[in-house]
Structure formats: C-alpha cells, structure tokens
C-alpha cells in the first residue's frame, strides 16, 4: 500500500471515530433530557420497561423548563412503543358495578284457612264466625250460660243466629247476666223498659217469656239441685258425638230434644218447642253437630270425652 493510501486510510479511520464519539455524546446529551435522572453504570442493564415509566412519570413534570425537540420525541414515543404496558390494579371506576341486591327473605307461607262447617262461609258474620268457633258445641254447665242460650234459642222464632248473636251483650246487660234469681223478679215496669229498648227491638211478649222461663228455673233449681243438672240429665250426662259429613246430614230436631221439650213445656216453659231444644242443645253442647271435616268437631269431641263436670 503506498503512503498516500495509508494516510487517507487513516485520516478516514480518525475522522470515523469523530463522529461516531460525536453521535455518542448527542445521544448522551438528549437521553438526559429525556430522562434527567442521568444514567449510572451498573452490573444490571436497565429494563426498557423501567425508563418507559420513567418517562411517563416525569412528562408531566411542571419542573422541566426546556421543551423537547423532535428528536427527543421520536426518541420517548419510540421508548413508549416498545416498553410493556404498565400493569395497575383496576380503578374503583373500571370495575364492574355490581347492582345492589336487597336481601332475599324466605318466602312467607299464608296459614291454612281453617276448615269450618259449611254454612260459615265468607259472607259470615264474624259475630256468628266467633260463636261457632268458641261456643258452639262446647260443653256448657253453668246455670246462667244454660239459661242465656236457652233464651237466645228461643229468639229464633223471630232473628237468625247472627241479629241475636249481635244484641247478646246487651242482652246480658238488661237480663242481669241471665240469674235466673234476679230475671225472676222483674216486675212490668222492668218488663216494659226492656221492650222499648231500640237495641233490642223486643216484644213484651218475648221479654215476658224471658222472665217466665227464668221463674220455671228456678223451681228446677229447687227441685235438681241445678238447672245443669236436670239438662244433663237428659243425655246421661255425657254429650252426644254425631259424625255427620255433610249439612244435610244435621238435623232439625232429634229424639232427645222431644223428649226434653215435653218436660220443658210440662213445667210452663214458654217457646221450647223441639226445634228450639234442639237449637239449644247444639249451642250448649249436648250434642256435637259439627261436621266431621270442621276443625271443631275433634276439638268439641274432646272437650265431651271429658268426665263429667258438673257440679
């Protein structure tokens, strides 16, 4: 090789590491624009992950006074691409909302309506609703419930169950609670104001039988011992279990309630006829009319299977 040529080859070779420190130190100058931080040596390269983020935190700096030049920012968007995406926890505001579900209660179950005889229907008043479910069928020994049935029975001639059941407390009030002792000695001024009460809507001549009948008890009373104890007599003193199934099967009148209307009548009772014993037989319990299927008639036959109460 002739001198000339070595010492253009060298010249090439010098001027070559010129610009290559040259690009080097421009490269140094504007990545510490970029990332001001300044690069230290390490054992450990640095992860382009961690200047991306570097980057991107310090974009924002307010601090940094110079604005970047094109190459600097074809230099971050480049860092930008090619870093991996940041991996964050996902804000309150990217997760799904979840709707607000009130708590589920468990399903609320009606009670059974109660079984009843089938004329309680729902129409029924709840006056007469009450008197089938309480009393009706229930053993009765106490003279005055005896007399106060045998008095509202008697009224039949007249109202149904339901008008009488409505005027009962008052007529517990004008009939002293139904004492026979006490009805006993109503004279006709007491008579009279009992007939004019608008409440009632009475004829004399029902209060007056009212009265009647409580002075026959009382004779009984002498007589028995006690009006439940010459009722009862009637029947053993054991109420009599029916079983009927359907209202058909229940009658009007029955033997026994013949028999007893005779006596009654017998002994100057007034409106006792075998229709109205029989009315105050089954609302006394002496006899269990209930339909085998009303929730009643096992709770009534219970209470007769019972030894005899009276006293």
């Excluded at 080859?9 to 010098?14: F, I, P, R, S, V």
């Excluded at 004279?187 to 209060?207: F, G, H, Q, T």
Aim: aromatic share 8%; glycine share 2%; with cysteine.
């Amino acid at each position: 090789m002739s001198k000339t040529n070595v010492r253009r080859h060298a010249l090439e070779k010098c001027r070559s590491v010129k610009e290559t420190q040259k690009n080097q130190n421009f490269f140094t100058r504007n990545l510490k624009k970029v990332y001001p931080i300044g690069l230290q040596k390490s054992s450990s390269s640095l992860s382009l992950s961690s200047i991306s983020l570097s980057l991107s935190q310090n974009s924002n700096d307010s601090s940094q006074a110079d604005s970047l030049s094109p190459l600097d920012e074809k230099i971050s968007l480049a860092l930008r691409l090619i870093s991996p995406r940041d991996r964050r926890e996902p804000t309150i505001a990217s997760k799904p909302l979840q709707q607000h579900q009130p708590p589920t209660s468990p399903p609320t179950t009606e009670p059974e309506e109660l079984k009843r005889c089938n004329w309680i229907t729902k129409n029924s008043d709840n006056a007469y609703i009450e008197f089938h479910d309480e009393c009706w069928g229930v053993p009765a020994y106490d003279d005055n419930k005896l007399f106060e049935l045998l008095a509202m029975s008697g009224l039949l001639m007249d109202y149904n169950w339901t008008e009488i059941l409505k005027r009962k407390e008052t007529l517990r009030e004008v009939f002293a609670g139904f004492d026979a002792n006490t009805v006993a000695k109503m004279e006709e001024k007491e008579i009279m104001e009992i007939a004019s009460n608008k409440a009632l809507s009475l004829a004399d001549s029902r209060v007056m039988c009212i009265v009647d009948n409580a002075k026959c008890i009382t004779k009984i009373v002498k007589e028995c011992g006690s009006f439940s104890s010459y009722i009862w007599g009637y029947v053993n003193h054991k109420p009599i279990i029916n079983r009927y199934k359907y209202p058909r099967n229940v009658p009007l009148r029955s033997p026994k309630a013949e028999i007893l209307s005779k006596d009654l009548v017998k002994r100057g009772f007034r409106f006792v006829g075998p229709v109205i014993v029989h009315s105050f037989m089954q609302a006394a319990g002496l006899t269990i009319d209930h339909l085998v299927d009303c929730y009643r008639h096992s709770e009534c036959v219970s209470l007769a299977e019972r030894p005899w109460r009276h006293i």
